[in-house]
C-alpha cells in the first residue's frame, strides 16, 4: 500500500513544479512585454517631439525666405530653396535613426555601426533581415517601421507644401491673373474635349 502511494506523490510534485515554471515563464513574458511597450512609448514619443520641432522650424524657415522676397524667385533660387530645405529633412530623419540606434546600442547589439545599420533599415521599413535584434527587444523592429514610415509621410507632405507655396508665390509675380488664369484652362479643357468628340 505505501510502495503504490510513492508515484502519485512524486507525479503531484512534479505536476506543480510544472506549474510554477509556467506561471513564473508567464510572468517574464508578461514583464518583457511591459518593458518593450514602456521603452517604445518613450522612443516614439521623442521621435515625434523631434519630428514636430524640426517640421515647426523648417516652415518657420520657408515664410521667413519668402518674406523676404521682394520679386517672384527665380527658377534657380526656387530649386537651391527646395535643396536646402530637403537638405534639413534629411538630417531631421538621421537625428531619429540616431535616436533609435543608440537605445539598440544601449540594450541590443555590440557596435554602432549594427545599431546604426538596423536602425536605418527599420525606420526605412527596407528590413534585410541580416542583423536582428534579441527575443526581449524584437518587438521595437516593426514600432520603429511604422514610426518611420509615418514621419517620411509628414516630411514628403511639407516638401508638397512648399513647393505649392513657391508655385504660388510664382503664380502671384506673373501678369496672369488667377480669373484670366481659371478661364484659359477650361477653353482649353472645352477645346480638348470638343475635340474628342469630332474624333470619335
Not at 55 to 66: F, G, K, N, P, T
Not at 181 to 195: D, K, N, Y
Amino acid at each position: 500500500m505505501m510502495s503504490s502511494l510513492h508515484p502519485i506523490r512524486f507525479w503531484k510534485k512534479e505536476c506543480s513544479h510544472q506549474m510554477s515554471l509556467r506561471l513564473l515563464a508567464r510572468g517574464k513574458d508578461s514583464m518583457g512585454f511591459a518593458r518593450q511597450a514602456t521603452a517604445s512609448v518613450i522612443l516614439v514619443a521623442m521621435t515625434l517631439w523631434l519630428q514636430g520641432a524640426g517640421m515647426a522650424l523648417v516652415i518657420h524657415w520657408v515664410r521667413v525666405c519668402l518674406a523676404r522676397e521682394v520679386k517672384t524667385p527665380s527658377v534657380l533660387h526656387s530649386a537651391v530653396l527646395v535643396i536646402r530645405f530637403t537638405a534639413v529633412l534629411i538630417v531631421l530623419h538621421i537625428l531619429q535613426v540616431l535616436l533609435w540606434a543608440g537605445f539598440y546600442r544601449w540594450h541590443c547589439l555590440p557596435t554602432w555601426e549594427s545599431a546604426f545599420y538596423f536602425s536605418g533599415t527599420s525606420y526605412s521599413t527596407v528590413g534585410y533581415g541580416d542583423v536582428i535584434l534579441p527575443q526581449a527587444w524584437r518587438s521595437l523592429g516593426p514600432v520603429e517601421s511604422i514610426i518611420g514610415m509615418i514621419m517620411c509621410g509628414m516630411s514628403v507632405s511639407g516638401l508638397f507644401a512648399i513647393t505649392v507655396r513657391l508655385i504660388g508665390s510664382d503664380f502671384r509675380g506673373s501678369s496672369i491673373s488667377k480669373s484670366q488664369f481659371a478661364s484659359v484652362h477650361i477653353q482649353e479643357s472645352g477645346e480638348t474635349t470638343l475635340r474628342q468628340k469630332v474624333a470619335n
